[in-house]
């Protein structure tokens, strides 16, 4: 709805439109707009985006492999609890 070149529409004219269009549904406003355009802008898109997993620590890992080689029948639950244990000992020397 924003157009480009010579047929650019302001923010306040592309929610006009939507809502002369669109009656049935709740108004836009400016900001959703805004952040709607920019997100094009940016990606060339407006899907929605995954979120980014937290990346896992290679530290992480090797303490994982090493648990896994020691004892490869350990269940996954006592793995994650093991290494969530780790982790707050980590948070807590920074």
Known sequence: ?????DRARTQCEVVRLFR???PDLPPLNQG????TEAQYREMGHVRKV???RQAVVDDTKLI????LEE???TP???LARDILKIAKKRAGEF
């Open 1 to 5: 709805m924003i157009g480009y070149g």
């Open 20 to 22: 002369e269009t669109h």
């Open 32 to 35: 959703t707009i805004s952040k």
């Open 50 to 52: 995954p979120s980014k």
């Open 64 to 67: 994982l492999l090493l648990a």
């Open 71 to 73: 004892n490869p029948i």
């Open 76 to 78: 996954v639950h006592q």
